[in-house]
Each structure stands twice: as structure tokens, then as C-alpha cells.
């Protein structure tokens, strides 16, 4: 079946960091712009941080530049949302996405702010609290 699923998220402390694996089947991710997403209850959904396939060209919402990368295994169709020096702003429910691109011109930005995307995962909660 056509899924994204997620796994990692967790309890971490102040500081701490964690790595969140979103794996695909029924699709290869390679072909796919990648968003990561997070949302806490009451709030609006927040996109975090984005890549645009082809040229990998990524956008990073600016509360997590130089904190959070994304990293990729094509062997295993997985992706990864590398998690460092978290925050408790950080606590959330986090959730990966994959969009077949229809358009060159649209900037990863714009899809990042966006929420049309093809296909979610679950969401994972992150919880950083000492």
C-alpha cells in the first residue's frame, strides 16, 4: 500500500537530540519533495523544514536553522529529520509528507507554508522537557 511511516519520536531533554525516520512503500521518495511538519494541539500545523526533489534545494523554518537537517537512505526509501539541540518549543507532534512536484517554478518555501501535499505520515510525538 501507498504509506508514510513514521518512528523516533520520543521524551528528550533540553538539549538533547533525536532523529525521526519516515519510510515509504508503494512510491520512491527520490522522486518527491519531503516536507516535515510539526502541530500542537490549538495551534496551526508549522512547516519545519522542506526539500525539493531533483536539486535538493531545502527550506528551514528559521526556529530551527542550524538544528534540524534532512538526511535520505534511498537503499532503505527512507528519510530522516535529524533533531539537535532540541528546545521545549520544540514538543510536538511531527509529521512527515511527500508531494510529486507539477511544477518547477513553485519554491520548496511555498510548499513548506502550504498543506496539499500527497501523502502524510501518522506523526510522531516529540517531547523535550527535563
Known amino acids: 500500500q501507498v504509506q508514510l511511516v513514521e518512528s523516533g519520536g520520543g521524551l528528550v531533554q533540553p538539549g538533547g537530540s533525536l532523529r525521526l525516520s519516515c519510510a515509504a512503500s508503494?512510491?520512491?521518495?527520490?522522486?518527491?519533495?519531503i516536507g516535515w511538519f510539526r502541530q500542537v494541539p490549538g495551534k496551526e500545523r508549522e512547516g519545519v523544514l522542506c526539500?525539493?526533489?531533483?536539486?535538493?534545494?531545502?527550506y528551514y523554518a528559521d526556529s530551527v536553522k542550524g538544528r534540524f537537517t534532512i538526511s535520505g537512505d534511498s537503499t532503505k526509501n527512507t528519510v530522516y529529520l535529524q533533531m539537535n539541540s532540541l528546545k521545549p518549543e520544540d514538543t510536538a507532534v511531527y509529521y512527515c509528507?511527500?508531494?510529486?512536484?507539477?511544477?518547477?517554478?513553485?519554491?520548496?518555501?511555498?510548499?513548506?507554508?502550504?498543506?496539499?501535499?500527497?501523502?502524510w505520515g501518522q506523526g510522531t510525538q516529540v517531547t523535550v522537557s527535563s
Open positions: 526539500r525539493k526533489s531533483g536539486d535538493g534545494s531545502t
Open positions: 509528507a511527500a508531494y510529486r512536484r507539477r511544477s518547477i517554478v513553485t519554491t520548496i518555501q511555498a510548499m513548506c507554508a502550504r498543506f496539499s501535499w500527497d501523502y
Open positions: 508503494g512510491f520512491t521518495l527520490d522522486y518527491y519533495d
